[in-house]
């Protein structure tokens, strides 16, 4: 496996590195079609810049709704990327996505779930409808590292892992932001011309939702941490943290709702300080802003009878529950 030569964030000069991707990305498509998947995130949000800055309308962008986003998400995405002159088309791919999920358990096993449902499946149809000999996507320097150290599979690493996606699925992949880590994303974000709220947001994983069910991923377990999420999100908006998110754990626990004993659901909180993800430390929440999102949950969410906060670094915890 050839190494990845890192470009730190403090050390690059991005429109040098914008110019170099603009410039490799149209030697390697050529006259010809390319295509990627837009979640929102900022390593997608980047490279859909990046290759409609290359490309122009030779870029073809789906968002895949794949029923594990957060709440309307899709249709806000979309709307955010209309106003830069970028032109998106929203795939429902719900059914595919909860079909391969049925019985899956196992946190490797879901994260492959999403990988083949994604690449051969949904995007398989959508390359053949494009007639796009790439896919364009932003994989960065710690999805590989993670992925090859075994930490966990990362949905959007493959040559790294021995696979030739052009014998899997059938077209090549172009990684242009490959060497650099997510703070170095967030200043070619900045240099793109992206707004703030599109390259600054907190990460949010390749598998979406999926990776904060603990246990079998139903779109009813979905809807719970969807709620969880949104309730998170809102009150740690102004923390200056790396990433903060909900988990839906598999155990039900004791709790007490109207007087009676009932067994519900446990969400966890984790909110996370770090510069790159390969190691964070829990943020030291005040203990009022702790209590406000545990009542909150609780009360606006039944089924949810307990509320815990993560207090272990990474290592031994990872960002993601899954």
Request: proline share 5%; hydrophobic share 40%; with cysteine.
């Amino acid at each position: 496996m050839t190494k990845i030569k890192e470009i730190k964030a403090g050390a690059m000069n991005v429109q040098k590195f914008i110019d170099d991707k603009v410039r490799a990305i149209r030697q390697a498509v050529g006259e010809g079609y390319a295509i990627n998947a837009l979640s929102g995130g900022v390593d997608s949000a980047v490279v859909t810049a990046l290759g409609h800055k290359a490309l122009g309308n030779r870029l073809k962008t789906y968002i895949i709704d794949n029923g594990i986003m957060r709440e309307k998400e899709p249709a806000q995405v979309a709307a955010a990327f209309k106003k830069l002159g970028i032109p998106v088309e929203v795939v429902d791919a719900q059914k595919a996505f909860f079909k391969a999920f049925q019985g899956v358990t196992d946190p490797e096993e879901k994260r492959e779930a999403v990988t083949q449902t994604f690449y051969k499946d949904v995007f398989g149809k959508l390359v053949v409808k494009s007639k796009a000999k790439y896919l364009l996507q932003g994989t960065i320097l710690t999805d590989v590292d993670e992925t090859v150290a075994g930490i966990k599979r990362q949905h959007n690493v493959f040559e790294q892992l021995g696979i030739d996606p052009q014998k899997a699925f059938g077209y090549k992949i172009l990684e242009p932001l490959i060497e650099l880590r997510k703070d170095g994303v967030r200043k070619v974000g900045a240099g793109l011309g992206l707004p703030e709220s599109m390259f600054a947001r907190i990460p949010f994983p390749g598998p979406a939702l999926a990776a904060r069910v603990i246990g079998e991923v139903t779109p009813e377990r979905i809807a719970l941490v969807r709620k969880a999420t949104g309730i998170v999100e809102a009150a740690l908006k102004n923390v200056p943290a790396f990433q903060y998110l909900a988990i839906l754990h598999e155990d039900r626990v004791t709790g007490m709702r109207d007087g009676k004993r009932v067994f519900g659901n446990q969400i966890e909180i984790r909110c996370w300080d770090s510069k790159d993800a390969r190691t964070a430390k829990p943020t030291r929440l005040p203990y009022e802003v702790l209590e406000k999102m545990a009542a909150k949950i609780t009360k606006s969410i039944p089924e949810v009878v307990s509320v815990t906060y993560n207090i272990t670094t990474k290592p031994t915890s990872t960002i993601e529950a899954v």
